[in-house]
């Protein structure tokens, strides 16, 4: 473990190197880790654990894509690879990683299942903060800790591929064992983490709804669409408008900030880029200030939760979402995208092979 300082405030951060093969042995050599969904999240933290040697079992509905994927990842059917209810009893440590909605759902059919001494666990605090819209409230006899990856299932796996570790917070609810804490810990390096950081339940899903609808995804995508639309009613082209709001972006500059910080991408740029962004970048905050202060009082009251759930478990919600995500897809930004993509000379290349 290691004290990091940020400012005046001091922080403790686990580190891979605290928990060797060792010490992952010692604490999850005894249990049975139960994976509830094949999602991404599922299947990027099962696969991590299996590479280090925990013992896994996959949760999933048959006969759907997500069953049929896990069995051509190498999940044999009736040995790792049970339907939902079976896996759930066999686990000892139960990965609780359907979708919000899928979590609600299936709690009634879960909970018989969670005798004394076992362990729930989540990557996301949703479920457990807002169980006065979920239902999910566990038993006071087991463990329920947290463990969020920050960042996609995908990363999660293809980051432990490369030898490398995400950045992932660990939450503690309920210590009924006295093992909880190394039960996280534990759980986190194995699968993947880098390092992980301590938070609570609840700082965890306020933080992470506000920013997937902020920065991470929300707000990103609604400052690239203005200025492409602004750049494009002037008279400037597709390919133009998007490598100028989206390409320099994620292949030139965010790739310096992600290396060496803020202030580091700002001095190795020309200096009337330094100027330009240093006299603008306080006029785009105090304009989105009072959005973000309206998104985190959603957040923190459950309105965006109650719309989640809602939306989640209606019976059209899959046709829904891939009519709204087709109409990203077809937006002249995103088809300018594609073309755009196509170009990169690692691409290219690839096409002349």
Known sequence: MRQIQIGNVSETVVERADYPSERLQAILGPETVAVLGYGVQGRGQSLNMKDHGVKVIVGQREKTRSWDLAVQDGWVPGQTLFPLEEAAQRGTIVQYLLSDAGQKEFWPTLKPHLTKGKALYFSHGFSIVYSDQTGVVPSKDIDVILVAPKGSGTTVRRLFL???????????HQDATGKARERALALGIAIGSGYL?????????????????????????????????????????????????????????????????MDWM?????????????????????????????????????????????????????????KELKEVADSEMWQAGTVVRSLRPERAAKSKG
């Not at 490369?162 to 503690?172: L, M, Q, Y």
């Not at 970048?281 to 304009?287: E, G, I, K, P």
């Open 162 to 172: 490369e030898g490398k570790g995400i950045n992932a917070s660990f939450a503690i």
């Open 197 to 261: 950081f301590e938070t609570t339940f609840q700082k965890e899903v306020f933080s992470d709804l506000t920013g997937e609808r902020g920065v991470l995804m929300g707000a990103i995508y609604g400052l690239w669409l203005a200025q492409y639309e602004v750049l494009r009613e002037h008279g400037h082209s597709p390919s133009e408008a998007f490598n100028e709001t989206v390409e320099e972006a994620t292949q030139s500059l965010y790739p310096l900030i992600a290396e060496n910080g």
């Open 266 to 322: 700002y001095a190795n740029c020309s200096t009337t880029a330094q100027r330009g962004a240093l006299d603008w970048f306080t006029r785009f905050r105090d304009a989105a200030r009072p959005v973000f202060e309206e998104l985190y009082r959603k957040v923190a009251e459950g309105e965006e939760t109650r719309r989640v759930l809602e939306a989640n478990s209606r019976s059209d919600y899959r046709q829904q979402l891939e």
